[in-house]
Structure formats: C-alpha cells, structure tokens
C-alpha cells in the first residue's frame, strides 16, 4: 500500500471508528456483558485495523472489514447457556414458572428500585446467553449497527439468505422467551425484576452490580410501550452509556504511551 493510499486509508479508519463508535461500542458490550472488557476489546480492534491497514484489499467497504474484526475479537468473550436460570430453578422445585414466582412473599421496598436496571440488563444478558453464536451476532449487528442483511453477509462471510434465516430465528427465540414470562414485556406474565431481587436476596446470592442502561423512565412511555413486541425487545438491546468516541482516544493515548 503506497503512502497516499495508506494515509486514505488511515483517516477513513478513523472516521468510521468516530462515526460508528456509540453503536460500536453497544454491539461490544451486548457479546462480552462488561464495560472493561468491551473498551478492552474496541482498544485492539482499532489497534489491529491500524497495524493490518496493508492486508485490507479492498473487496469490501472499510466498515465491513473493522466491523469483521470486531465480531472476531468479540467471539472468546461469549458466553452460553443451555437454559434460563428461571427454568432449572422452576424444574429443581418441581412447579411452574408461574407458581414459582408467586411463591416469592414481596413487600414494595424502594431500595430495590436502585438495582432494578442492573436486575434488568442481567436477564437481557441472560436471554442472549440462550441464542447460538451465529443467531446473537447477526441480530446484534442488525440491532445495534442496524446493518442491512447484505453487509451483515458480508461480514460473517456467510449467504444474504442464511443471514435471512439466522435473523428469523433469532428473533423468534428471543421473542418467545420475551412473550413466555417477561413482566415488562407483557403486564400480565410472572417474571419481574423485583422478584428476582428477592429471590436472590432471601438466598444470599451476589446481586448485579453493573448497571449501564438507566432507563426506567424511558420504558414508562407511552412510545413504548405502543411498541410490537420485536420492537420492544430491539430497543432494551440498544445500549445508552456515557462513554464517547473522544473518551476512547484519551484512553488509547495513555496506552500507547505506557507501552
């Protein structure tokens, strides 16, 4: 790659880190559950994309190429489940999901509303968990960089059609679990935040700590919840976080320099 061409090639780089870098940095975040680990992660793609300028053949669109190796250094952050914890747990005592839950004695205690968000994003974390590989990343990519079918294809090297269907029953499963038990969802199902909190309380259990997406407020709307159900579900996936693209670049400064 000649000069001229690797200086385009560097400041397009650039460009599309800083254009796309909020939605970036939620599709990181959705594949590895932690804020360390997604800045973690966005520091080596643009660090690797820099260093690999001369390999990029130019077959594709720049963002597909970045947005490739992004996916690539996300897969090892994965994590998988076999099936909800509301399941086993529900199979373990031998009841319904239902009767589990009306099980659980609740007295309204404000103190929980501090943990609901964090309660919240760990059973999103915890639906995802239950979709395979190839599903998450291809509804992650359309939700959270709203990619079109074809560039998604592209990225994961894989059939605008197996995209197609990967999407579909992605959505599907995603949708039925949603439909099955989530309160919020739908007012009448069994499953709620506060719930869980006393479950896990009552138990000793660690209560999640981590929260990133405060949004109560934002989901008591009407917008909302005028929402289809798949709609609903996109948008608790969108992630709102108080990291910037300029934040990054501070932060991958201080690394170049201690290294």
């Not at 975040?29 to 966005?42: C, F, G, I, N, P």
């Not at 005028?226 to 709102?240: A, D, R």
Request: proline fraction near 2%; charge should be negative.
């Amino acid at each position: 790659m000649v000069d001229d061409e690797k200086k385009r090639s560097e400041d397009e780089l650039a460009l599309v880190f800083e254009e796309q870098y909020n939605k970036l940095f939620g599709m990181v975040y959705r594949m590895t559950e932690s804020v360390q680990d997604a800045e973690d992660v966005l520091q080596n793609v643009y660090i690797n994309a820099y260093k690999n300028l001369d390999k990029f053949r130019g077959d594709s669109r720049l963002s597909t190429w970045l947005y490739r190796i992004t996916v690539n250094e996300c897969y090892g952050h994965l994590k998988f489940w076999n099936k909800l914890p509301v399941v086993q747990i529900s199979e373990e005592f031998g009841m319904t999901e239902k009767q589990f839950f009306d099980s659980i004695e609740y007295t309204q205690n404000q103190d929980d509303n501090l943990i609901i968000e964090e309660m919240r994003e760990k059973c999103l974390r915890g639906f995802l968990r239950c979709i395979p590989q190839k599903m998450r990343v291809c509804f992650l990519l359309k939700t959270c960089l709203e990619l079109k079918n074809q560039e998604i294809a592209k990225v994961l090297d894989l059939s605008e059609a197996n995209v197609k269907v990967l999407l579909h029953r992605g959505r599907e499963k995603l949708k039925d679990m949603f439909e099955y038990r989530c309160n919020l969802i739908d007012p009448q199902k069994p499953c709620k935040c506060y719930l869980w909190i006393k479950f896990m309380k009552d138990r000793g259990l660690p209560l999640p700590a981590e929260g990133i997406n405060y949004r109560n407020r934002d989901l008591e709307e009407d917008y909302f919840k005028n929402m289809s159900t798949m709609k609903q579900i996109e948008h608790l996936y969108l992630v709102k976080h108080e990291y910037t693209y300029e934040d990054f670049i501070n932060r991958l400064q201080v690394l170049s320099i201690q290294l």
